[in-house]
């Protein structure tokens, strides 16, 4: 159960978030099963996710010293995770990342897309290199900071990274999060740019045809951005890319009616 006083910074997000219990993307062992059911009706390869032990292996080496100290786990999310977290949380806060912006850069055959049809769901990019899809100068990426209690951190640490480590598509790391409550050190996902899954090179058109036609098990691509566009708009969140990209994608979808 989420506390009463989870949301004490956020009062617009109560009732706004799926139930841990709720969730799709709580990867228990039955719902994993699910989806390596679902991998092979699709034709993926047996090896589509990465073994749980290396799985396992990665979150033990981020998270060693939190766990060897029974702090809390600071989780940083700046995608579906901003309305799906799938974990139990004690705390939820307004956060922003400095020198990263939201990119929908990394492809998916199961989630949001088929190995026919791909779909990209978002990642995290360092600012200041080449971007040919970005629309703004400069920003920072604005999300949320989700506090899992020590109590919890090894069951819930371990459902977020079977979800956000499927693939080793990311990079997680502790870094510096900044909130209006205080700075705290934070899990972040940042892009694995040697991925097969990246795609960094795509531009905003091509990135908005992807998104107006993908769907996979869990649901639409363009659902996934529209649920985005929705908390952003909760949470008071300009993001200069994601409101393009949006328009985009209803310019595309409006013409093939």
Do not use: K
């Amino acid at each position: 159960m989420t506390p009463d006083n989870a949301f004490l910074h956020l009062p617009e997000l109560q009732g706004r978030l799926t139930p841990a219990h709720a969730s799709g993307l709580r990867l228990t062992d039955e719902v994993l099963a699910e989806w390596d059911a679902q991998a092979r009706c699709q034709g993926l390869p047996a090896h589509w996710r990465l073994p749980d032990i290396e799985v396992e292996q990665s979150r033990r080496e981020v998270l060693s010293t939190i766990t060897a100290q029974r702090q809390d786990l600071w989780v940083f999310a700046y995608g579906s995770l901003m309305w799906n977290p799938g974990f139990h949380f004690d705390e939820v806060r307004r956060a922003r990342l400095p020198g990263f912006a939201r990119r929908f850069a990394l492809s998916t055959s199961i989630g949001r897309g088929t190995p026919d049809c791909p779909g990209l769901v978002l990642t995290l990019q360092r600012m200041g290199t080449a971007e040919p899809q970005d629309p703004a100068t400069s920003q920072d990426c604005e999300g949320l900071a989700f506090r899992i209690p020590p109590s919890l951190v090894d069951a819930e640490s371990r459902m977020l990274w079977r979800r956000e480590m499927i693939t080793g598509a990311y990079c997680p790391q502790l870094l510096p999060l900044p909130t209006p409550q205080g700075e705290v050190q934070a899990l972040v996902l940042v892009a694995n740019t040697g991925h097969p899954h990246y795609r960094g090179d795509l531009t905003l058109q091509a990135t908005a045809a992807t998104i107006a036609t993908a769907c996979g098990r869990i649901g639409s691509n363009r659902d996934y951005l529209e649920q985005l566009v929705q908390q952003c708009e909760v949470l008071g969140i300009e993001d200069a890319y994601v409101r393009e990209l949006a328009a985009l994608v209803d310019a595309a979808c409006s013409s093939d009616r």
